[in-house]
């Protein structure tokens, strides 16, 4: 059985374990505590080694979908988990004070990862905060030389996260989704026939 | 959020300080003064190309709109035979009252809006928590996808390079099929529409529709020379540039295209 792996990371509160619940095909493994720091004041629990799924592909691959601890002291366990990755997916939250920093934290974390492989980048709370808008974060990737996809989701929504991991695998490879399916064939596209946009 | 619960009726007509400036008429491009047709690049006689104005449609009225209260750092009432569409570029929103939706019959149709105005507003009453708000570029996009249908823009040539300046918010827009696609391409590379064509083994309708709305929220930044070497490829740049080469597959293609496969199949 071949394995390979997605990693998502992001600030404490950004979504990742429950952004790994929505598209994982098993009920996501958690290794979630209830925190003693400062972390309490913002959620009841928190990942304290890392978050599991899995999704399945056709024959013998698994793709194993890990979530790395949002808090610094664990941080070790980003680069570990990181390791051979075949992308990093970045969660952020508009809910934040300083999400701007927290991502160029986190891009200079996982750079040698992320030159070696590609980078989307989720934000969440933007309905909650208008704080910062896409523009801003797209800012913060192109001081540091990045141009990816960032988009606003909904961890809640497999959507949201599927079209995460979609423009993730495309930066990789844009070339992956030719010859693949009649065009519109998929759930991501409208109907051609009726240019039905509405 | 103001608590207030909104009466659409009410809605349907501007509200009282709409009127700083008097609703001007909107001055429709006629067809004499569109665009030219641009010469056919190397390669287009192949590819069926049907054109378009967006000038001439609800897209280009609103791009308008848009563009002339940005200027002016005002609000702008858009009124016509469709539902009134409040422009507030400050806020990068849109209210269309009753519901985007009731645009849908009016937005492909060309040179619909006889009697449209433009009525420009110092102080906008705007309520961000609006029931018919709806982000500009959302609204852009599907205007121009509309008006599109598939077509190409007049004044863009097939021959002319094309990059993005950024990922369009994919989870909030319309996503047409191949879209990702020509978004991951362009990200990465100029290509021309001829090469995004063969090189994606896309309908040259699913390129330009892609083409029509991305442009529509500029970003398209077709100035770039092209590089038409292959993906992930060692290959010379003195590679010839025709006929464009494949996209060079990379060696995990296989696991990706299953992975991408199943994401996209729910």
Known sequence: ?198 | MDGRRVNRTELSTPPEDAGTSPPAPYQWPSAAASTPTPTPARGEAAIAVRRYDPARFLQGLVASAWRQAEERGQAVHIQGPWPMIAVYPNSSAAVVYGGEGGLRPYAGIEDLPLRATLAFSRAPQYAINHPDMVPLDVLLWKLALSASRGRLPLDMSLGTPCALREWPNFTRLVVTPGAMSVAALWVQRPSTLSQTIDLLHLPAEDVFVFYSAAAALDLVRPDLPSQPTPLRSSAPSSAPLSPPPAVAPTPRRHLLRKLFNKLRAG
């Open chain 1, 1 to 198: 059985m071949t394995h390979y792996k997605i990693v998502f990371s992001g600030p404490v509160g950004a979504g990742k374990t429950t952004a790994i619940a929505s598209i994982s095909d098993i009920p996501p493994i958690t290794t979630e505590t209830r925190p003693t720091d400062e972390t309490k004041d913002v959620k009841a629990t928190t990942t304290i080694a890392m978050d599991y799924g899995v999704l399945r592909l056709d024959g013998p691959e698994r793709i194993h979908l890990y979530g790395t601890p949002g808090q610094d002291r664990f941080d070790f366990m980003r680069y570990i988990l990181a390791e051979k990755a075949i992308g990093v997916v970045l969660l952020m939250t508009n809910t934040r004070p300083t999400p701007l920093a927290d991502l160029n934290e986190f891009v200079g974390a996982f750079r040698a990862i992320i030159d070696e492989t590609a980078l989307a980048v989720g934000v969440t709370g933007m309905d909650l905060r208008r704080t910062f808008s896409l523009d801003d974060y797209r800012q913060v990737l192109a001081r540091v030389g990045i141009i990816a996809p960032v988009f606003e989701i909904d961890a809640r929504r497999r959507s949201d996260v599927a079209l995460l991991v979609q423009a993730l695998l495309l930066s990789i490879d844009p070339g992956i989704a030719s010859e693949m399916s009649p065009p519109g064939a998929g759930p991501d596209t409208v109907r051609r026939a009726a240019h039905d946009y509405w």
